[in-house]
């Protein structure tokens, strides 16, 4: 089966690793899985193996067919995996396609689930467990970290990959948490000002706020944002709540 480029696919052929995966995911009689971009179906005949039922979201409608006619106990769903309903799962262990890795993150992290083990390319990997003040820390990171514990679990080479990708790539575990490790007062809010702050990373808190908020005041106001840690920037987002709170108060 010739991939197409326009889905970008890579498909993993390396058994040992695929193999690794399942174990990662502890997968028991008990358990739904999904999987996005099944791909040929390397990863899915482990899954079928361990768990009670499996859900596979595929976008290009060969595969589709492929994934049915190989394992018809699976339930595929055809289409994209940003746009199309999910089932309810407990865990999602999958090889996503790569250019979608932060939307279909994100979407993973509004569901309620159990486990999640995925591989990205390694830089996107990165940015997701990374901390403040190193080179990988971004909006991503900052977010993934509210949202979910994530765990590089291993490095996976090129040439795991059938054709190969231009990039290597890693194995996550993500675990969504049951409460965020700190509260803000405006969770939207919240967001907004970590990507506001993230548009210009290399500024001092103090500049990168003042277009859109205006002068906020605070302790870290000389701090540059990449050094902010995930509490820091809660903090900012709470002085900057009070600060509109007490204008509609004025108001």
């Known amino acids: 089966m010739q991939r197409r480029r326009r889905l970008g696919q890579h498909f993993m052929i390396d058994e040992r690793i695929l193999q690794r995966e399942v174990e990662y995911a ?6 739904t899985v999904l999987e996005i971009g099944p791909g040929t179906g390397n990863l899915t005949k482990h899954l079928v193996e361990k768990a009670k039922k499996v859900y596979a979201i595929e976008k290009d409608g060969a595969l589709a067919r492929i994934i049915e006619d190989l394992y018809p106990e699976v339930e595929v769903i055809e289409g994209d995996a940003l746009e199309v309903e999910w089932p309810k799962f407990d865990k999602m262990v999958s090889n996503i396609p790569y250019k979608i890795s932060s939307p279909l993150t994100f979407r993973l992290l509004e569901h309620d689930f159990e486990l999640a083990i995925l591989t990205y390319q390694e830089e996107f990997a990165e940015r997701l467990v990374a ?8 909006r991503l990171s900052v977010m993934a970290y509210y949202r979910a514990e994530m765990e590089i679990l ?4 090129r040439n795991a990959f059938k054709p190969q990708p231009r990039v290597n790539s890693a194995m996550v575990r993500i675990v969504p948490r049951k409460e965020p490790p700190f509260h803000v007062k405006d969770e939207r809010l919240f967001e907004d000002v970590v990507r506001t702050l993230f548009s210009a990373r290399r500024k001092t808190v103090r500049s990168a706020l003042k277009p859109k ?31 509109k709170k007490d204008a ?4």
């Open 131 to 138: 901390y403040a003040g190193e080179m990988a820390y971004s």
């Open 213 to 243: 908020y205006g002068i906020v005041e605070t302790e870290y106001g000389s701090m540059r944002v990449e050094d902010l840690t995930p509490e820091e920037i809660g903090e900012i987002a709470d002085a900057i709540w009070k600060i």
């Open 26 to 31: 502890e997968l028991g009689k008990s358990d």
């Open 154 to 157: 291993e490095k996976i080479p």
């Open 248 to 251: 509609v108060g004025r108001g």
